[in-house]
């Protein structure tokens, strides 16, 4: 099994309509979470830290299921601008160890 | 804008070349690491540096050589690479000490070895 999963999609989804991704890990241990978005041929930016207790940016939400190791992201109102890969990172074991899902594509169309 | 920069942002080299790739950060963070991405692929760890000294090597072939010659700076000292070493190289840095922290990327360098 891997350490950290995702459904790598795509998700096709129409302008404004709501959008959910979950991404599994295997760490019961795993302190840290952390939703990154990465466009074609750029780098990943951080989108959202995730914490215990959920928290949301915007129209973006992200809640953590320790129970059933997994945590996920709400995207409501989906906007062209929003397709892009998005990458579920939960720190392993060591401080430095940062483990990446193999990432959702998402398309949003018009 | 990214605070993690990085140069040169394309590079083609040859089998037999030496090339570095270069990193810099003024975040202050005392974590730096440095990925390979291919393709739809997610970026894959080979090294980590925390408080200029070397904490994790993936396992990366000796033909990648890391520096961290100080706490803002990494390097990436290329030698003799193949074909397959195509990629996007993505630096990045984190504060260190924390479990908590998120990391931040710089714009990477997309390498291609003839």
């Known amino acids: 099994r891997k350490e950290v999963e995702q459904d790598p999609g795509p998700f096709n989804v129409p302008e404004g309509a709501t959008v959910a991704f979950n991404c599994t890990y295997s760490?019961?241990?795993?302190?840290?979470f952390f939703w990154y978005r990465q466009d074609c041929r750029k780098e990943p930016k951080l989108l959202m830290s995730v914490y215990s207790s959920g928290n949301e940016d915007g129209r973006f939400t992200a809640q953590l299921n320790r129970a059933s190791q997994y945590i996920s992201l709400l995207i409501r109102d989906s906007k062209l601008s929003d397709s892009a890969t998005y990458l579920c990172v939960v720190i392993g074991s060591g401080t430095y160890k940062y483990i990446f899902g193999t990432g959702t594509r998402l398309k949003v169309l018009a | 804008d990214t605070e993690v920069t990085q140069t040169p942002k394309h590079l083609v080299m040859g089998m037999t070349n030496k090339k570095s790739l270069k990193c810099e950060q003024h975040?202050?963070?005392?974590?730096m690491y440095w990925y390979k991405q291919k393709a739809k692929k997610p970026p894959e760890l080979m090294f980590v540096?925390?408080?200029?000294?070397?904490?994790i090597n993936e396992s990366v072939p000796s033909r990648f050589s890391p520096e961290c010659p100080n706490s803002s700076l990494l390097n990436l000292h290329l030698h003799a690479l193949q074909p397959e070493d195509s990629a996007l190289y993505l630096c990045a840095s984190s504060q260190a000490g924390s479990t908590r922290q998120p990391q931040h990327f710089g714009d990477g360098t997309r390498l291609s070895i003839l």
């Open positions: 540096y925390s408080y200029e000294k070397l904490s």
């Open positions: 760490n019961s241990a795993s302190q840290s």
């Open positions: 975040m202050g963070h005392r974590a």
